[in-house]
């Protein structure tokens, strides 16, 4: 098969790259027009901006003027007038003639004359004038000096003013040049009233206003160096943004000339697995319906193969993505190999494989080339952390006796496949009407189980775990039952698995940890001393990300100490993520729960992990306690597990002791802790209790 099937290859016409082409320069050309105006707008408007605040810049100079020459007069008025020399600058003033204080002499001799406020502020404006070029006058609706009187611009200022407006000012063109003026009122204060009362003013009235102008043509220059760094940074600006699309443009010519490729690569993993390069579930439902729907001889037959990899979320966990992802490589490649020219193989996700076998004329002819393909795939893989073995479970189903359809075949396949991994050593499983049933009887068990936890239809037992040492009874498991309404007391057996495949385990966990701590609560309320009750924890409840403030929950609501808790996890889920396992490990731990390893030994584990988590008990599986002493591996294993959990300081407590000869093998070698019918089955709490308190706490048969 090549990379890129003849089927998915495609090659645009001319024409159309022709039109594509002229699409790109009329975007181009609006771009750069739609670019253009906006850089020009943006010009006009910052000029608009660079103009308004130097304005506003010019304006404060007017009003700071006014300011300062509003709080001389205020300084003078205060004071009645100051007293300056007499000379050609600083004649007496006509118009304070009728004051008999005007001139006065000292005893020097020197002639002194009153100045007033506006005497005054005459002055300062003509200073202000040869200094700073700022020009300013005093002028009123009804002046005494001829001086003072407005001209058009002041005095519709002025009106201004006496109709409320506290400033005026106003950009006016004289000749050439832009003059701002600025009018401010003079209000009469009471300093002021000894002088002009008798002139008709009152306190707090307009008696005029102060008028400055400022020349604006230097301001103007001061920002033309700005206007002009404004225009040549728009012009820069433009040309770096048509720069920019000639660039896009091309670049945009460039995807044209690979748009073709990507659209292939693209329909090509529409179909095929980017990283097997097998051809994936779209292309096997295409495949098999055409092979379904051809004319056939009946005796010809079309085999579904699902091949499940047994544990590789795990192995790729453990191993790393990389490593993960060249095994699956291997794989595919090997059950190329093993089907060989007679099918295909296809690649679903998540380790599932499935093999089209469209030639065949008898089961067993399919049945061949799945253990074929299996042998070929269970060869030892070499990656860089050595040899690692896959295995996995078949699942088949033909057509038509399965299934006329693609849907209906591949869904027995799945059935078969699901009846080969719950079985003892049967990898391969063909599809029967049986297992048909049996589907659909997990379907009808998964409703009622969903229905048990709310009509609470599940209940409790405690299996005694005992002391090697003294024969006390140091603690219980908690193991669920359910009451089924027709089939009766079902063990856990017949529903965990179901419930951690239609996600049911979750809930599940929670009751029975709800259930013990409030058996345990009865129990103190009794005052009643029991040991402490191991609950197991799924796999997917421990990942749970709310565990530790779950079980803090259960225990504050519940008022028990987290010592009277023991919690048993999978070393398998502790081996998902050893990260994670680490950090909820440690929250648990420091809660002051106790912690043990559920059936240790089992998964693919690195025993360095042991050190690193805050353990307290390992537990032997019963698989290996079962051929004890007999099987010199089981004996083998045992022995090691007790070393360890000795040489680490934990306790090892074995699982599944029925028979004396368990009991006295275990016990030689040292293993601190026993469960299993040999002492007691699983007694209800009641049971539980009196069993506790008795002294025949251990039901050993010796010979």
């Known amino acids: ?168 000012s106003d950009v006016v063109q004289v000749g050439d040049r832009e003059i701002l003026r600025l009018m401010r009122p003079l209000l009469m204060e009471a300093e002021c009233l000894f002088c002009h009362a008798h002139h008709g003013y009152g306190l707090g009235e307009i008696r005029g206003g102060l008028s400055t102008q400022v020349d604006l043509q230097p301001w103007w220059a001061i920002g033309r160096a700005h206007r002009w760094g404004l225009g040549g940074g728009a012009l820069l600006l433009w040309l770096l943004g048509l720069a920019a699309l000639g660039a896009g443009e091309r670049q945009l010519r460039r995807q044209e000339n690979r748009r073709l490729r990507l659209e292939e690569n693209l329909r090509y993993l529409e179909h095929f697995d980017s990283l097997t390069g097998l051809a994936n579930q779209s292309q096997f439902f295409g495949k098999l319906d055409l092979f379904l729907k051809q004319r056939r001889a009946p005796e010809d037959l079309v085999a579904v193969v699902l091949l499940d990899l047994e544990d590789f979320r795990r192995i ?79 699942g088949l189903a033909l057509a038509p006796r399965d299934g006329i359809t693609a849907a209906d075949v591949l869904r027995h396949a799945e059935i078969a496949l699901h009846a080969a991994k719950a079985g003892q050593g049967e990898r391969v499983r063909f599809f029967n009407r049986d297992l048909g049933f049996q589907a659909v009887e997990r379907v009808q068990l998964e409703v009622d189980l969903r229905k048990a936890l709310e009509r609470d239809e599940l209940f409790v037992l405690y299996q005694p775990q005992i002391e090697a040492e003294s024969g006390a009874v140091k603690g219980a498991e908690a193991l669920v039952r359910w009451r089924h309404p027709t089939r009766g007391i079902l063990g856990p057996d017949r529903f965990i698995a179901l419930a951690e495949t239609s996600g049911l385990i979750v809930p599940l966990g929670e009751w029975v940890l709800w ?62 993520d050893l990260e994670q396992a680490r950090s909820i490990l440690g929250q648990l731990r420091s809660m002051g729960l106790h912690l043990a390893v559920d059936d240790f030994g089992t998964g693919y584990s690195s025993l360095s992990y042991l050190k690193n988590f805050p353990l307290d008990c390992l537990k032997i599986d019963r698989a290996f306690v079962r051929d004890l002493p007999g099987d010199a591996g089981s004996a083998a294993i045992v022995t090691a597990v007790v070393a360890l959990g000795r040489s680490l300081g934990l306790l090892t407590l074995a699982e599944g002791v029925d028979a004396p000869a368990q009991y006295e093998f275990l016990r030689q070698a040292g293993c601190t802790r026993f469960q299993g019918f040999l002492f007691s089955e699983p007694l209800s709490a009641a049971e539980f209790i009196r069993r506790l308190h008795s002294r025949d706490a251990r039901r050993i048969v010796y010979n």
């Open 1 to 168: 098969m090549s990379s890129f099937p003849k089927s998915v290859r495609s090659q645009e016409p001319g024409p159309a790259r022709r039109k594509g082409s002229r699409s790109r320069r009329f975007l181009i050309l609006g771009l750069a027009g739609l670019w253009t105006l906006l850089l020009v707008w943006g010009l006009f408007w910052n000029l608009e901006r660079l103009r308004e605040n130097t304005l506003a810049l010019a304006t404060a100079q007017a009003r700071t003027f006014a300011d300062h020459v509003l709080v001389y007069r205020h300084w003078n008025a205060k004071h009645g007038g100051i007293y300056v020399e007499v000379s050609d600058s600083t004649p007496p003033n006509p118009y304070l003639a009728d004051l008999p204080e005007r001139d006065l002499r000292t005893p020097s001799g020197r002639q002194l004359t009153m100045v007033n406020p506006a005497y005054m502020m005459r002055e300062i404006f003509s200073l202000e004038k040869q200094m700073y070029g700022l020009s300013g006058r005093i002028t009123a609706l009804h002046p005494l000096n001829p001086d003072n009187v407005p001209d058009s611009w002041e005095m519709s200022a002025l009106l201004a003013l006496v109709e409320g407006s506290s400033e005026v």
């Open 316 to 394: 790729n966990n453990a191993l790393g993505r990389s490593q993960g992802d060249q095994l699956l490589r291997i794989g595919a490649q090997r059950l190329r190999v093993g089907v060989g020219e007679f099918g295909w193989v296809f690649y679903f996700g998540n380790g599932v494989f499935a093999l089209l076998l469209p030639f065949v004329q008898q089961a067993d002819e399919a049945g061949s080339i799945a253990y074929r393909a299996l042998a070929e795939l269970e060869r030892p893989c070499l990656v860089d952390q050595g040899d690692v073995h896959l295995s996995a479970h078949c």
């Open 515 to 576: 259930a013990v701590c409030r058996q345990i609560r009865r129990w103190r309320e009794q005052n009643l001393e029991v040991p402490p009750i191991a609950v197991n924890l799924a796999a997917a409840q421990f990942r749970q990300g709310n565990l530790a403030s779950l079980l803090a929950r259960i225990l504050e609501e519940t008022g028990i100490a987290a010592s009277c808790l023991s919690l048993e996890v999978t070393e398998s889920a502790l081996m998902y």
